[in-house]
């Protein structure tokens, strides 16, 4: 167990619609990461929070945004969704900003019909 | 090009063999490198970090880096079935603050 939570574990829903990941971090560690995971792509980077501002960003599309908030919490909030938005989205927490070790959650698995 | 290129293989050796991941990067600016282990439908789980070139050992596990050639490596000696899961390289762009994941190698150890 890494610590890291994510919710939901598993979400289904139809193009169009929005939908919100959430990720509570690991005790102490100030900085958030998201990451899509699908077959063709791979693991890739979206968005970075460190206690609460962005720090860097990814290949994030614009129908998609994050915030972190002062419990340190994350959200993940995708819109206008398609079917090709379909993966696993993971959270990952760590201590710093620099360093690269991180913490990942379980995922959100998202299908999108 | 990727900045980070990884064999996706699947790549599959009997119980004991010793395994060899490797993957080439582009950026010279990437600092921090890492192998991540990622089992089936879980989060990645980070193995091995380090900074400098040389190797790094870690019980059955060595990391290599290889900053003139761009090129990093992890061993795995005695390789057991509990070692099959999909190995990650991940580099740190420390200016970008970002971590670059390569592809992923799956790597399926036989009893």
């Known amino acids: 167990d890494s610590g890291v939570t994510q919710t939901p574990k598993h979400l289904i829903t139809a193009t169009g619609q929005r939908v919100t990941l959430r990720c509570s971090p690991r005790s102490g560690d100030l900085s958030v990461y998201w990451y899509q995971q699908s077959l063709d792509q791979g693991l890739q980077f979206l968005i970075h929070?460190?206690?609460?501002?962005?720090?860097a960003k990814g290949n994030i599309l614009e129908r998609f945004s994050a915030q972190q908030f002062p419990d340190l919490h994350s959200e993940l909030n995708l819109s206008s969704l398609e079917l090709g938005d379909s993966a696993l989205y993971f959270c990952?927490?760590?201590?710093?900003?620099?360093?690269?070790?991180?913490?990942f959650g379980e995922g959100s698995r998202l299908t999108v019909l | 090009q990727k900045e980070v290129e990884q064999d996706p293989g699947p790549l599959s050796v009997p119980e004991g063999a010793i395994v060899s991941l490797n993957c080439t990067y582009s950026?010279?600016?990437?600092?921090?490198f890492m192998w991540y282990r990622q089992y089936s439908r879980k989060g990645p789980e980070l193995l091995m970090y380090?900074?400098?070139?040389g190797n790094k050992e870690d019980g059955r596990f060595t990391a290599q880096v290889d900053k003139s050639s761009k090129y990093i490596s992890l061993f795995i000696r005695d390789s057991q079935p509990s070692d099959s899961a999909t190995y990650l390289c991940?580099?740190?762009?420390?200016?970008?603050?970002?971590?670059?994941f390569g592809s992923g190698t799956r790597l399926q150890v036989q009893p």
């Open positions: 990952a927490s760590s201590v710093g900003s620099t360093t690269g070790e991180l913490f």
């Open positions: 380090t900074y400098s070139s």
């Open positions: 929070y460190y206690n609460g501002e962005e720090r």
């Open positions: 950026n010279s600016a990437f600092q921090y």
């Open positions: 991940a580099i740190m762009d420390t200016g970008r603050r970002a971590l670059t």
